[in-house]
């Protein structure tokens, strides 16, 4: 018969085990409210720009969009409660649709994936995002020629195809970085010593 202390310290660590389990959970969930609520705040103030611009008068001859003769330029936010998203990105594989924020750290990445470095305009976006299942816990399920499409504020649409499917070390910032791809994906595996990295080319026009 094994020892009483033993007995314990093992149902301790499933309680442990248990806890985390059921933390993840929460965490996940929160995450994909924050972000429904985010895209649903976005899609509001699109239907309002876009009934503005109903509103105004047409302009003369063809209308180019402005990243086109200016493709340096910066991309163009939209503030929610003191965040600043660059639009949206939609996985139809996945059956994902994401709000993506303009910038980077820890506590945004609770809250949607974001843009890690890079511009759609310039064809080399970086998005990163955490694992949790309604953000990018299943981009490992994408295969070559799955579609990606990301949206920005001013309503320009970038059509994107899966060419790769990488999974890279934690620590290979450079790589990351690295090779002529028009928009990267990436999110850490379920160990974190590693990176899921989705590497995607233009197939379209805006539109």
């Not at 310290?9 to 389990?21: D, K, N, P, R, V």
């Not at 972000?35 to 302009?59: G, K, S, V, Y």
């Not at 309604?134 to 994107?160: C, I, K, M, W």
């Not at 790589?175 to 995607?200: K, P, Q, Y």
Request: charged share 20%; glycine share 10%.
């Amino acid at each position: 018969m094994k020892p009483k202390h033993l007995i314990c310290g093992g149902l301790l660590l499933i309680a442990a085990a248990l806890s985390l389990s059921g933390y993840n959970l929460w965490e996940g969930h929160r995450a994909a409210e924050a972000a429904r609520q985010a895209l649903e705040a976005m899609e509001t103030i699109e239907a309002q720009t876009e009934t503005e611009a109903e509103r105004a008068p047409e302009q003369p001859g063809p209308s180019v969009p402005e990243y086109v003769l200016h493709p340096e330029m910066e991309m163009p936010t939209v503030e929610i409660d003191g965040v600043e998203y660059i639009g949206t990105l939609t996985i139809p594989a996945l059956g994902l649709e994401l709000p993506i924020v303009s910038a980077w750290s820890d506590a945004l990445l609770d809250l949607a994936p974001c843009r890690y470095t890079g511009s759609a305009y310039l064809g080399d976006l970086i998005i990163a995002g955490h694992n949790y299942r309604g953000h990018f816990g299943s981009l490992y399920r994408l295969t070559p020629g799955d579609e990606v499409q990301f949206t920005d504020t001013a309503g320009n649409v970038f059509s994107y195809g899966v060419s790769e499917i990488q999974e890279l070390p934690g620590t290979a910032l450079e790589e990351m970085e690295a090779g002529d791809w028009d928009l990267t994906l990436f999110t850490c595996t379920l160990s974190s010593a590693s990176r899921v990295t989705i590497r995607c080319q233009r197939i379209g026009e805006t539109a």
